[in-house]
């Protein structure tokens, strides 16, 4: 089979007339991006982007709007030992003499999954050409634009090699010996720049004695004059008072440091780090481990404790030959642990549970072929009014991968050969899946075992990784670019594509027994580094950049990687004005850094650098250094499938240059991204699949959108929709069958596309509530027809008519009240089953006024209520007599302004009555919690930006995972009290976020 090649993007247009496909939206960035997989889209569809000295994250349904920023400060050296004067012309440490210290930026980045910040959201890994690792935290609650450092993983690192003594380095010495000057440059030039030095210059000082030969890492005297110190002086200045730390871990402002924390424990001088962690486990706060490792630090720094003021703040040692002698190292011991500290890129793995906890791993890539893994634990609890600290998160240890720089690594999860174990949630015994690449080409893909990494205790050592298979042998080519990749929950194969610095890209296939299935090469895929990788929907299209100044699609077909003409329908999906000037020329676009999809992978984000000799110094090159665009590749065509599809798909009209065929393509790829959404264990974002559906609909008309949508909703309830009516024009009779048989999940993605397609010309207020069914026709209970023809709207659109839009209103009600009806019978059973339980009163007190409320509203509605419900809100209302105090608890809602009564009339809104006067006057709009009913207080809430509901308390996690309504049984215990999912809102699915003003950054998931 031949050779296809795709169709390039390399601007707007070049010398021959040639015209390429047009971005959909472009940003210009202040900062130039530097290395590969340089933008990264996150579950909570917010977009990072490496440039320079600074991460730019960007709202994709706004680029123009508001933005965040992570700025990247040059942090401390680590003390990893002292090498003599004399030693300094080895050829080791050539790299570290010419190396010049510059401004620090960021070298990779990565999000991890939802969940993981204190307000559910995700959090931002960066690897730092100083060679640190940090994380960041979005500012829901700081009222800024700047996000929040929260963590440095390489503290973690260092403390583990200091009690260690580096002897994970004790390998690596002899490849650091025999390692001549030409092979060092050689290497120097085939491979990535080193950027670290192994000591500032220092001069002798005439007081020294033995010493006087040693040079420090610390700097020379004039940076102790000027109070540059190394860690090692930070840390003896801090026992002789100084307030400094070499240790500086951000924590949050709410959690102060405990001064006292240190006297409390009397530690053995010779106790390890380990030990000390696991002794304290469980008495300390969620950051009392750093302030632990801190002391345990500066005890291993600073065994001798004698030292000379030298002014300024420094300090230098006294009587310091037996501290040189134990800090003094060769050079290639110096060497092998730089680059045992010396993280190069990293990657966040997919959510696994374990025993009721949710635990992420999250793999980093070392210049010393090794691996660091870290594991952190899900939260329990979520705050929007402040932020807490991470929860407990730890070093596990090592893996020893390859013999070189470790250049690429990727996460996927895949199930394993054993089906139908107990210990597994969806039926499968998940195994974590973990691909490394290396600066010598070799690619290998290891196997964790979940289970033992979810328990493992933190700075073991011993990872329980196995080497599945060496993928691709070393050549000496640079791995530049690597994905892994499972299409589908559940799926028996996993995916995997590798780009080289030779321009090669090669695809993998393989299945449960990690056997190749399928393999296909493209030698010539790029004429340079291979900046980029991504795999499209269902692991069939592969997405690849370079720096040759190209972007290319490729179909995973058989054993061949078919080049395939890239999506030209992004110049009609415009929806803001392009933030770069129109002056700013085609052959200014530096090569592509980096191509990121996004969830629901029918849009595409890439970045680009600008040749700055080529902008007008004044007006341009200051603020334009990169840009970043935006393509829509929803509409891709793959070989052979038009010819397949046959009369599937009904005749549609077409406007402007939107063929039938990309039509086709278009309904094909949103159907099967609704279908993958339905999963309720993805992130539901939904903005691009709306956003797509949008400009559908102003492209070729309403009918094109509901025909999609339609047929969407009848794949979900065919097996109850016997008679095939289509189900956007089916009677509420013919409906409520559907919907008691329909997921949680499916329910939610159908109010989304309500509110946001069929009657997005609503307000909201008259989408909930009992103001949604005073707008009723009551007249309208029948089938209708989808032909009628539709309402001009301002900008020559057509709306539904008033009888379809009645009757979509009916629908949206009836949804979201089979949804409400679910919660509240999910929480009364668990709470009858706890009825008696002298162990579980305190849950059921807390629940107290949340439980009456519920009852009270169901029993005052109780027509539009199914009989199960009924039962149980009578039991909890009229015959547990001892789970309520005495009293009517109605009386303990009033109103937040005024103090006065606040009753039961309504689940979205709440109106005081003023008790004093007696009388009827409505005086305060009050907003209820969407999932207790209460009134919400005058504190920071829980906001959904698609239904504008508010929530002060969360839906429990069991209620999301019901695929009917049938699944809700008797619950015998807590669990559906006390354990909460996510943010998330129990009407729309998408995640819930503290309500900013319009000037700052925040997700739209739909």
């Not at 390429?20 to 982007?49: H, Q, R």
């Not at 939802?114 to 890994?125: D, E, F, H, R, V």
């Not at 302030?291 to 300024?312: E, I, T, V, W, Y």
């Not at 196995?466 to 589908?488: C, I, K, N, Y």
Request: negative net charge.
């Amino acid at each position: 089979m031949g050779h296809v090649e795709p169709l390039e993007f390399t601007g707007y247009g070049d010398e021959d007339g040639h015209t390429f496909p047009s971005p959909s939206s472009t940003l210009a960035l202040v900062g130039a991006p530097t290395f590969p997989n340089s933008i990264k889209w996150s579950e909570d569809n917010l977009i990072a982007v490496a440039s320079g000295h600074l991460v730019t994250i960007l709202n994709p349904a706004s680029l123009s709007g508001p933005r965040g920023y992570a700025s990247i400060l040059q942090s401390q050296i680590f003390d990893i030992g002292t090498v003599k004067r004399e030693d300094l012309s080895d050829s080791v440490l050539l790299p570290f003499r010419l190396w010049r210290e510059g401004r620090v930026g960021v070298r990779a980045l990565d999000w991890s999954p939802q969940g993981l910040a204190s307000n559910g959201s995700c959090l931002l890994g960066v690897c730092t050409t100083d060679f640190r690792i940090k994380l960041y935290r979005a500012p829901f609650c700081d009222y800024k634009a700047e996000w929040v450092e929260v963590a440095d993983l390489s503290e973690l690192i260092y403390a583990y090699c200091l009690e260690k003594e580096f002897k994970e380095t004790e390998g690596d010495e002899a490849q650091f010996v025999s390692f001549g000057v030409k092979d060092k440059k050689r290497h120097v030039a085939t491979a990535e720049p080193q950027h670290r030095k192994v000591s500032r210059t220092k001069k002798r000082l005439a007081d020294s004695q033995e010493g006087a030969g040693l040079v420090d890492d610390c700097g020379d005297a004039q940076s102790l004059l000027e109070g540059h110190m190394s860690p090692a002086l930070f840390s003896k200045s801090l026992q002789a008072g100084v307030e400094t730390s070499p240790l500086v871990v951000k924590e949050e402002p709410q959690t102060p440091y405990n001064e006292n924390l240190e006297d409390d424990f009397d530690d053995d001088p010779d106790q390890t780090l380990a030990d000390m962690l696991k002794e304290d486990h469980g008495k300390l706060p969620l950051n009392g481990n750093y302030q632990r490792m801190s002391k345990f630090l500066r005890q291993k720094q600073a065994k001798a404790g004698n030292l000379l003021d030298m002014g300024g703040g420094g300090r230098v040692f006294k009587n310091s030959s037996q501290e040189h002698s134990e800090r003094v190292v060769t050079p290639s011991t110096y060497a092998a642990r730089h680059s045992l500290m010396s993280p190069l890129v990293l990657a966040w793995s997919p959510k696994w549970h374990a025993k009721d906890q949710g635990f992420v791993f999250c793999a980093v890539g070392t210049r010393a072929g090794s691996v660091s893994v870290f594991r952190f634990a899900v939260p329990i609890s979520y705050s929007i009014e402040k932020a807490l600290p991470l929860s407990d998160f730890c070093f596990l240890g090592f893996l020893r991968a390859h013999k070189s720089w470790v250049t690429s690594v990727s996460w996927a999860s895949c199930p394993g050969q054993h089906a139908g174990t107990a210990n597994s949630d969806d039926g499968f015994e998940n195994t974590l899946l973990l691909a490394t690449g290396c600066a010598d080409g070799s690619v290998k893909l290891w196997s964790g075992d979940s289970q033992i990494l979810s328990s493992l205790p933190s700075c073991s050592g011993v990872l329980p990784f196995t080497l599945l298979r060496q993928v691709v042998e070393a050549d000496l080519v640079l791995v530049s670019s690597l994905t892994l990749s499972v299409p589908t929950r559940g799926s028996t194969k996993a995916l995997m594509a590798v780009g080289k610095g030779s321009g090669c890209i090669s695809a993998w296939e393989f299945d449960v027994s990690w056997c190749c299935t399928r393999i296909a090469c493209q030698l010539k895929a790029h004429d340079q580094v291979v900046t980029g990788l991504t795999w499209g929907r269902d692991g069939r299209c592969l997405y690849s950049c370079g720096q040759d100044n190209h972007l290319k699609s490729w179909e995973f077909m058989g054993s061949e990687l078919w080049g395939l003409p890239f999506p030209d329908c992004s110049a009609l999906f415009v929806s803001e004005t392009p933030q770069v000037s129109s002056d700013l020329p085609a052959s200014a676009l530096d090569p592509f850094y980096g191509v990121t999809l996004s969830p629901g992978c029918l849009a595409m984000a890439v970045v680009r650098g600008i040749a700055s000799e080529m902008l007008d110094p004044m007006y341009q090159s200051r603020t334009q250094k990169g840009v970043v665009q935006l393509f829509w590749v929803g509409g891709q065509r793959f070989k052979g499938l038009l010819a397949n599809m046959g009369d599937s798909m009904v005749e549609i009209p077409i406007a402007k240059s939107l063929w039938p065929e990309d039509l086709a393509n278009w309904g094909l790829q949103i159907a099967s991204t609704l279908h993958r959404m339905e999963d309720y264990t993805e992130a539901l974002v939904l903005w691009d699949v709306i956003a797509a559906l949008s400009f559908l609909k102003s492209l070729a008309g309403i009918q094109v959108m509901v025909s999609i949508i339609s047929g969407w909703l009848q794949s979900c309830w065919k097996e109850h929709n016997h008679f095939m009516i289509d189900p956007l024009c089916m009677s509420v009779g013919s409906l409520q069958l559907c919907l008691a048989n329909a997921s949680c999940r499916q329910l939610q993605m159908a109010c989304v596309i309500y509110r946001r397609l069929l009657l997005g010309y609503s307000k909201f207020e008259e989408l909930s509530g009992e103001s949604s069914r005073e707008s009723w026709d009551t007249g309208t209970d029948e089938t209708i027809h989808m032909g009628l023809p539709g309402i001009p709207r301002e900008g020559g659109e057509l709306a539904p008519t008033s009888e379809q839009e009645q009757l979509w209103k009916k629908h949206l009600w009836h949804m979201e009240h089979e949804l409400r009806q679910r919660l509240i019978l999910l929480t009364l059973s668990a709470a009858a089953s706890l009825e008696g339980a002298e162990h579980e009163q305190d849950v059921l007190k807390d629940k107290s006024t949340e439980l009456w409320l519920m009852a009270d509203w169901v029993l005052a509605n109780g027509s539009v209520i199914f009989p199960e419900l009924l039962e149980v809100a009578a039991h909890i209302r009229y015959s547990s007599d001892d789970m309520f105090p005495s009293g009517d608890l109605r009386l303990l809602e009033s109103c937040t302004f005024c103090d006065a009564v606040v009753p039961l009339t309504s689940p979205e809104v709440a109106y005081c009555h003023s008790v004093e006067l007696n009388s009827n006057d409505i005086n305060h709009k009050l907003p209820r919690c969407s999932v207790s009913l209460q009134v919400c207080p005058a504190v920071p809430s829980w906001y959904c930006s698609c239904c504008a509901r508010w929530a002060t308390k969360l839906a429990p996690a069991l209620f999301f995972t019901l695929l009917s309504r049938k699944n809700i049984k008797q619950v015998s215990s807590s669990v559906v009290l006390q354990q909460s999912a996510l943010p998330t809102c129990p009407f729309c699915g998408v995640s819930l976020h503290r309500f900013l003003p319009d000037f700052l950054l925040s997700p739209t998931a739909v």
